[in-house]
């Protein structure tokens, strides 16, 4: 392996994760991406490293409720009209992934991973330089409502059944570790071991700058594809050019998909696009990450403010940023914190590759083990990024194309039943 070239295709946080874990295995390490690293969908990421998020995202049963989400305009969750009919097959499986039986085999799954992500982060971080941004106060979910609090206390037991560290508490609770949550919250639960990233994008800016000291470099590109070669290897097929390498892995989030057609067709991966507010002048306001239940969004205390982010818009990757569903988090976050202050806010859009299972895409291609893949992650990107690194590494020193965590494998949607087809 040491003398081996890995090409990695995509520079967001998955991506400089794998490059990392693969150069701190030996391997010489090239980065295709037709924009600087962390340029994407990383670089917004509510930095909230959770313990929560190991459900099909099929399980709340909004997906039931299509009908009102292609009206609905300021909902945590909105399908464009034009972008409906191309996101149904998703819809169908996730639905039909929502079930008791199959929830619970996602939840195991997602569930290992998850309660290792955060040492693996820490460890990756603290390799790069960049361990400051990382910390563990916890997590805590809120709730307004006696409903939201209701439908939690469903979730405590499966939660807990999965190794996940979660306690109840109650409105004053709360308020002890957050003094700025209004009187409104009547209680919610606290995730002990969960963490927090200070500037998701500052730490993939740290990792890409260990990589470039130790050798890797970047080869600014529009990749359109990646091959196998005749003679064991991999040729990438760029705008610009062709680049041969002995393995690849892609990490291209939602242009993945265009990526590996030819080897998974009729893949159901969608552009699942999150906004975030940066409020620069409320930095102060909260100690750790907290999730507001009944319109599900975060708010995270970040190096250079309080960053608002959630919702999930399902549109075109390239349809024009509607701006308005950032913003309008202010308005929902100050029925939870009071007045908040908006001067310098700072809106933003990005593009999460979402699969209907809820998890991420990690494997080989069949007959082809020189080329990987490492995407999907949707909201669970940053958390899982180390992990996922591992995952690849493992596998690429196995040189066998299945993953050491069995089911994370695009195999598994031509396995997975559907319904009505």
């Avoid at 003398?3 to 990695?8: G, Q, R, T």
């Amino acid at each position: 392996m040491k003398h081996s070239s890995v090409a990695v295709v995509g520079a967001g946080i998955v991506g400089l994760s794998v490059a990392l874990e693969l150069q701190r295995r030996g391997l010489h390490v090239t980065i295709y991406d037709r924009n600087q690293p962390m340029s994407g969908c990383s670089a917004g990421n509510a930095g909230y490293l959770s313990e929560a998020n190991i459900f099909p995202p099929g399980a709340t049963g909004s997906l039931l409720q299509l009908s009102r989400l292609l009206l609905s305009k300021q909902g945590p969750l909105v399908i464009h009209p034009a972008y409906a009919l191309r996101m149904l097959p998703w819809a169908r499986r996730a639905i039909a992934l929502a079930g008791a039986e199959p929830s619970q085999a996602i939840a195991k799954i997602l569930a290992r991973m998850t309660l290792n992500a955060f040492a693996a982060t820490a460890d990756l971080a603290v390799h790069a330089g960049a361990r400051s941004l990382i910390s563990r106060d916890g997590g805590l979910v809120v709730f307004s409502t006696r409903q939201g609090l209701d439908a939690l206390d469903a979730k405590i037991d499966h939660w807990r059944h999965h190794g996940v560290e979660v306690e109840q508490v109650n409105g004053g609770q709360a308020r002890e570790m957050e003094p700025s949550l209004a009187d409104a919250i009547l209680g919610g639960v606290f995730f002990r071991n969960a963490g927090r990233c200070s500037n998701p994008q500052r730490l993939g800016e740290l990792y890409w700058e260990h990589l470039q000291r130790n050798g890797a470099r970047l080869v600014r590109d529009d990749v359109r594809s990646v091959m196998p070669a005749s003679d064991g290897g991999v040729t990438l097929h760029g705008s610009a050019g062709s680049y041969s390498s002995s393995k690849a892995v892609v990490c291209a989030g939602f242009w993945s998909k265009s990526l590996l057609d030819r080897f998974f067709p009729s893949l159901p991966l969608v552009s699942e696009r999150g906004y975030h507010l940066m409020l620069p002048r409320e930095s102060h306001r909260l100690s750790r990450p907290v999730v507001f239940g009944e319109p599900h969004f975060a708010a995270t205390p970040m190096e250079h403010g309080l960053r608002l982010a959630g919702t999930a818009e399902f549109a075109t990757p390239t349809a024009r940023p509607n701006m308005r569903r950032a913003r309008m988090l202010l308005t929902l976050a100050e029925k939870y914190l009071a007045p908040l202050d908006p001067d310098g806010a700072q809106p933003w859009m990005g593009v999460r590759p979402s699969l209907p299972d809820g998890m991420p895409a990690i494997g080989g291609v069949p007959k082809h083990p020189s080329i990987q893949y490492a995407f999907g992650h949707a909201h669970n990107g940053l958390t899982l990024a180390a992990v996922t690194a591992q995952l690849i590494a493992d596998q690429m020193a196995s040189q066998v194309a299945v993953t050491h965590e069995p089911g994370l494998d695009l195999l598994r949607f031509a396995r997975a039943p559907v319904a009505n087809g």
